[in-house]
């Protein structure tokens, strides 16, 4: 079992939706550079790849630079405001997942929306090959629509083991927290293609966004307090109490676990 995610407190690493939304994330994660200027992502990926391969050489360092410029691209042209990933060996096993986070305006014309009508909203939006489940959670920093998805992606043959097309199931979630006093909204999304670690993931990913503080927010009566404790990240794929998630703060339960969602 990796042991990165034993960190906490002073260990652990301070991420930015925008300069009002922070949260944390814990050390093992890189970070992509969606916050750069255009012209210099393409150096801050070599460097990325030089953490991530070590001992890798120029020509590797190069190729996974130029695989993850269209993808950091598109993710800036869609205003991701922090995109990062863990890839960890688990007893062996190589397993990974990406945590993005984004502010959306929550409607064109600036109407404020409430988890519940989210969460109406999005039980009626699906592909028919996805297996979804939508409720809404209670967060440290609020009440949150939450969306649980199955997709089947089909990857091509140049990038698989086998040298044949594979099909492959990434699970995600979704994760939208109204800012009731800005008519925003903010966005945390978690997918993963390793399935067989999904009860360790979705766990991290509520750790992760159970951290989230909103730096210009006063406290009233149906907000959570604007500072919370810091994260003990999770160090296996057991779930943990709430307690254990958001430190004693008192909310209600989390959604229901992932492996009931998805049988």
């Known amino acids: 079992m990796d042991t990165r995610f034993r960190a906490a407190g002073a260990a652990d690493i301070p991420a930015t ?46 190729q996974y630079a130029a695989a993850q410029l269209p993808v950091v691209a598109e993710m800036m042209e869609a205003g991701v405001g922090y995109a990062g ?24 014309d600036g109407r404020k929306v409430t ?5 109406a909203e999005l039980s009626g939006t699906g592909d028919e090959r996805d297996r979804t489940q939508v409720e809404t959670v209670w967060l440290a920093a609020g009440e949150a629509a939450a969306r649980f998805t199955s997709e089947i992606m089909t990857l091509p043959a140049e990038i698989t083991d086998s040298g044949r097309s594979e099909e492959v199931e990434i699970g995600k979630i979704a994760v939208f927290l109204p800012l009731r006093r800005h008519a925003e909204m903010a966005l945390f999304e978690l997918s993963t293609p390793c399935m067989e670690d999904w009860d360790l993931y979705s766990e991290l990913f509520f750790t992760i966004v159970n951290t989230l503080e909103i730096a210009d927010a006063e406290p009233s009566a149906d907000d959570a307090p604007a500072h919370q404790p810091q994260p003990q990240w999770p160090t296996s ?21 992932v492996r009931n969602v998805f049988g």
């Open 17 to 62: 939706v925008s300069e009002r939304l922070k949260f944390r994330v814990p050390p093992a994660f890189f970070e992509l550079p969606v916050h750069q200027a255009p012209e210099l992502v393409g150096e801050e990926l070599i460097e990325l790849a030089q953490d991530i391969y070590p001992s890798g050489n120029a020509e590797l360092w190069f």
């Open 85 to 108: 990933f863990c890839l960890l060996d688990l007893d062996g096993r190589h397993s990974t997942a990406t945590v993005t986070a984004t502010l959306l305006e929550s409607v064109p």
């Open 115 to 119: 988890a519940s009508s989210i969460a």
């Open 237 to 257: 794929a057991a779930p943990t109490t709430q307690a254990d998630v958001a430190h004693d703060v008192e909310v209600p339960p989390q959604p229901k676990p």
